[in-house]
């Protein structure tokens, strides 16, 4: 299955899926840099969809498609974009919750492929690597990836 | 070096007759002459070639040297817990070694040569540093000078005379801290005038051998007090935890943050001392390159953005790269972990 066709067989995502980065809002799109855009296989923006079914919750923001050199099966990137402060991280952390279970439960198509889950800083980045911050994230399943998500055309891991 | 160096090296008999080759074997070390490439090396200091081989040839004595170094290799400076002489060295160690370890000696049998404590001692360095050392360096042992059959020795004790223990049996961190904190005392004198006048710069390698990561808070918390007391300092370091602090400190500049917000990092206390002392740190200016072995170019890093575009500073000259790897690789196993379809 393809990313397109797991996004438009998802509940509330049916007509989500854009080419390229075009889910993502204007604001967004300068924090994600690929290497080879023509290996993107489009994003969809979750938040947006799901605001209007689901509008109190801390939904995740969207997700990027994207076809490595070294992979068989698509990876999906899981980005949210967020202030990067000490004082965010409870709210980022219930996201990434809300996110799991939307998987869990509506979200089956898209659990299936090879995922990073990232936040994204839209601000400064006031993480260092080595933090005990970034470090509470990762055990979490989360990715700090500071205030630019750069997607090679092959993974290193 | 403006004759200081070959000054020195005439006075303890070492002749290099003026060539550069032997120079540098007597300066840098044995088998340093490699690192000069006739025709391929060259040096240039504010944009002026400068001529080494000339350099190397001087004559010319300068009593005084303007720059204090403290190299990496101090812990040799001691031998049976007492600093050797200069001519306790052979002519092929680093000349850089030798002279800080004359430098200790001097300053040990000319102001600590009588009974006492070293450490903790009035007068020398703030009582908070002495608060700071004594818990984090010397578990409340004193450092102080002890005779054995006419020869003296630095030995680390209790309050008391009984139970001192000798050099050989310090812990690595205490052997390597005590040519650190001679240093230390020889650029902070007890006087009014609270700096050495003829140094300006002071450069010190590797501050972070061999310490507890506590240890190492303090010692960066003293290099603070050499710059708030007008020294420039240049440090070299692997440690990613004095960047952390260098990190800190621009970012708490930046953030026109308080004096007691920078004293936190160090968990220094709060007393007037020591928020002039953090009041004038943050006031400096701070470089940090990074040296490319692969390349032999030197990069400036001084954002120490981690998401900057250039791996050398995201990576802080690669003193964070494991961390990251380690923190990606824990989260992607753990987004992975429990997902539809995973095996």
Known sequence: MTFKEAVEQTPSLESSWRDGLGALRAEDKPHIKAEDTRRLCGSADVDGALQPSDPSANRWDFAIGHQHTNRKD?????????TGSDNQIKVVLKKLDWLKAWLRRDGQRLDKFDRDMI???SGHTLFTKGSAQVKTLAQKGLIYSGATLRIPNKRRL | MRGQVQGELSRYGLDWSGQLADFLDVYLGEGMRAVWRPGQSSIEWEGKAVDLPQLAA????IKHESLFFIPAQRVLALRDGWPRPFTDYTPGDPFAVREYSEKLRVLVEQE?????DLFPRERRLKSEFRDLLQKNVFSNFHLRVDKVRSQKRLVLGPGGAVGNIPYMV????QREFVPLLLGFYWLMPPTKISTRA???????????MGLHPRAISVVVLLVLELVARGYRVCLSTHSPQVLDAIWALKHLRENHASPQ?????????????????ATSAMQKTVKVYYFNRETGVTADISNLDPSAEGQAEAGWGGLSEFSGRANEAVARAVANVDREGQQ
């Not at chain 2, 310090?170 to 961190?173: F, L, T, V």
């Not at chain 2, 003829?198 to 972070?208: A, N």
């Not at chain 2, 917000?261 to 002392?277: C, D, G, S, V």
């Open chain 1, 74 to 82: 698509v990876f999906i990137y899981w980005v949210e974009t967020h």
């Open chain 2, 198 to 208: 003829e140094i300006e710069w002071v450069v010190l390698e590797e501050l972070e």
């Open chain 2, 261 to 277: 917000a920078l004293l936190k990092i160090f968990e220094a206390p709060n007393t007037p001392p020591m928020q002039r002392l």
């Open chain 2, 112 to 116: 600590f040569g009588a009974a006492g």
């Open chain 2, 58 to 61: 001087r004559k010319r004595k």
């Open chain 1, 119 to 121: 936040w994204v800083s």
């Open chain 2, 170 to 173: 310090w812990s690595a961190g």
